[in-house]
């Protein structure tokens, strides 16, 4: 098919088009320099601007590849988002989530800590728990079976958790920034699980020569350990021993002194014996049940509750002076009492029913009350000037305890007229806080006390190794004073090279 003939458009153009296009054009007036001058610097401008603009627009660009790409990259690699930061967050809660980003660059995980628990005699661990029932009427057959045996609750628990911790399978031991290693050659630091605290009661308000001897165990330890060629190796400095309560280890705490004790203060400890730098403050294991209730006063009649030993040694006589002047106290209630089972249900009553509670000094500057106070959500009251905390490094006590210094409690009305001005809003505000914070008291958690010991325990390892290599190059000296390493290395007037 012969495709139709192209046709041309016509295409008629205005007349005034038309004429414009054929007219002449008229001449130009030539322009001033001024104006060429004006006109060549607006041209110079615009394109310098438009320059800029470019120059600008690629800036912003490039600074937001840059962005996308190390965003992209460094999210990648951690298994989560680094937690916004927050001002309402307490110094716990920021301690939390830090703690949950110690990863390196790579997205590694930082290394546990290795320990290496010794496979103890019987005598150090169970046997301590039979001599115990024995002492309170067991026969020896019901006791036989270790595997029958548990260890009997009271406020030096800690021992026992920490030895059922690293008993634990790995997988269970979840948060926990110690590992239980097999292999000594292997290990960072030795955990020495003796029951020490325990030993020490076992003959408590028992006849003399019943048997079982303190002493004995603490010199048979010592004479057992210094046999061990991890001890010998670094002179004890990489071991860790538990002497939870003030009294325990005693005997022997000059021979032991190089390894990292934990215990609930330095009460009965020279400062080279221990020191905070070396140490680690383990707390109490509370007897008094945690307050489940809602926060507020409406249910908290008492203003200021006590129950406890009015009379102890030492530090402990503010306890005589504080009832003298507190037991006549309106809303005040102030109780002598023992440990039994029965004072602890009046205990936990009173707690939970108290807006404050007293925790003066014991024999020695902590005590068991504390703690108990802390679950109770009972606001502690703290008369103890010489008072060690657990955990201070992440936990600010001033925010939920009151700290009132010895001689300004003794002074007749003072206590408890600064305790009346504390209005409820600000007795709700401890307690918010104390329920941020009481996991670190609760050895039951599993992110709680245990962990927490493991990790300042752990954070000791770079002064470890630094005292394992100094103690290495140091020559022997006799000297009558200790000097001013005694702070940091626990050296007293002998220091010996291996």
């Given at each position: 098919m012969t495709p139709p003939p192209e046709t041309k458009e016509k295409i008629t153009i205005p007349a005034?088009?038309?004429?414009?296009?054929?007219?002449?054009?008229?001449?130009?007036?030539?322009?001033?320099?001024?104006?060429?001058?004006?006109?060549?610097?607006?041209?110079?401008?615009?394109?310098?601007?438009?320059?800029?603009?470019?120059?600008?627009?690629?800036?912003?660009?490039?600074?937001?590849?840059?962005?996308?790409?190390?965003?992209?990259?460094?999210?990648?690699s951690l298994p989560f988002n680094i937690p916004d930061f927050d001002p309402t967050l307490t110094v716990v809660d920021r301690s939390q989530a830090f703690a949950e980003i110690r990863h390196d660059f790579s997205g590694n995980q930082s290394p546990k800590v290795k320990v290496y628990m010794y496979d103890l005699p019987t005598r150090f661990?169970?046997?301590?728990?039979?001599?115990?029932?024995?002492?309170?009427?067991?026969?020896?057959?019901?006791?036989?079976?270790?595997?029958?045996?548990?260890?009997?609750?009271?406020?030096?628990?800690?021992?026992?958790?920490?030895?059922?911790?690293?008993?634990?399978?790995?997988?269970?031991?979840?948060?926990?920034?110690?590992?239980?290693?097999?292999?000594?050659?292997?290990?960072?630091?030795?955990?020495?699980?003796?029951?020490?605290?325990?030993?020490?009661?076992?003959?408590?308000?028992?006849?003399?020569?019943?048997?079982?001897?303190?002493?004995?165990?603490?010199?048979?330890?010592?004479?057992?350990?210094?046999?061990?060629?991890?001890?010998?190796?670094?002179?004890?400095?990489?071991?860790?021993?538990?002497?939870?309560?003030?009294?325990?280890?005693?005997?022997?705490?000059?021979?032991?002194?190089?390894?990292?004790?934990?215990?609930?203060?330095?009460?009965?400890?020279?400062p080279d014996q221990g020191s905070l730098v070396k140490d680690v403050i383990i707390p109490y294991s509370h007897r008094i049940s945690a307050y489940t209730g809602e926060l507020g006063v409406e249910n908290r009649d008492t203003l200021l509750f006590f129950m406890g030993n009015r009379y102890r040694k030492d530090g402990g006589k503010v306890r005589d002076l504080l009832f003298q002047v507190l037991e006549s106290e309106e809303d005040v209630v102030i109780k002598h009492g023992t440990q039994s089972r029965e004072n602890r249900r009046a205990a936990s009553k009173g707690m939970h029913t108290s807006k404050f509670c007293l925790n003066p000094a014991g024999d020695t500057p902590s005590a068991c009350r504390l703690f108990d106070s802390i679950v109770s959500l009972c606001v502690p009251v703290i008369v103890s000037d010489s008072i060690e905390?657990?955990?201070?490094?992440?936990?600010?006590?001033?925010?939920f305890s009151i700290f009132v210094h010895t001689d300004a409690a003794l002074e007749p009305g003072c206590l408890v007229k600064m305790l009346r001005k504390v209005s409820p809003k600000r007795i709700i505000e401890y307690q918010k806080q104390m329920t941020e914070v009481r996991r670190y008291y609760d050895y039951t958690n599993p992110n709680g006390t245990v962990n927490e010991i493991w990790r300042q325990v752990s954070q000791k390892l770079p002064l470890i190794k630094l005292m394992?290599?100094?103690?290495?190059?140091?020559?022997?000296?006799?000297?009558?004073?200790p000097d001013c390493s005694c702070m940091c290395s626990n050296t007293t007037g002998i220091v010996s090279s291996f």
């Open positions: 005034q088009i038309s004429d414009r296009s054929n007219s002449k054009p008229k001449p130009r007036k030539p322009k001033s320099p001024d104006a060429l001058n004006l006109q060549t610097l607006i041209t110079h401008m615009a394109r310098k601007s438009s320059f800029l603009k470019k120059a600008l627009i690629f800036v912003l660009l490039f600074i937001v590849a840059i962005y996308v790409f190390f965003n992209s990259v460094f999210n990648s661990t169970f046997g301590i728990i039979q001599q115990h029932a024995i002492a309170r009427g067991a026969s020896k057959d019901s006791v036989a079976d270790l595997s029958t045996l548990k260890y009997p609750g009271h406020q030096h628990m800690h021992e026992w958790y920490l030895f059922a911790d690293l008993n634990r399978p790995e997988k269970e031991r979840v948060g926990s920034p110690v590992i239980r290693v097999m292999d000594p050659s292997e290990a960072d630091l030795f955990y020495v699980p003796v029951f020490s605290s325990l030993s020490l009661i076992v003959n408590a308000g028992r006849p003399a020569g019943s048997g079982y001897s303190d002493e004995e165990m603490q010199d048979s330890l010592v004479e057992w350990l210094e046999k061990q060629q991890w001890w010998g190796r670094n002179n004890g400095w990489d071991h860790v021993i538990i002497a939870g309560d003030p009294n325990a280890m005693y005997r022997v705490v000059d021979r032991v002194k190089n390894a990292v004790l934990l215990v609930a203060d330095f009460g009965r400890l020279r905390l657990p955990f201070e490094d992440v936990i600010d006590y001033r925010k394992i290599n100094r103690d290495k190059r140091l020559v022997k000296r006799e000297m009558t004073e």
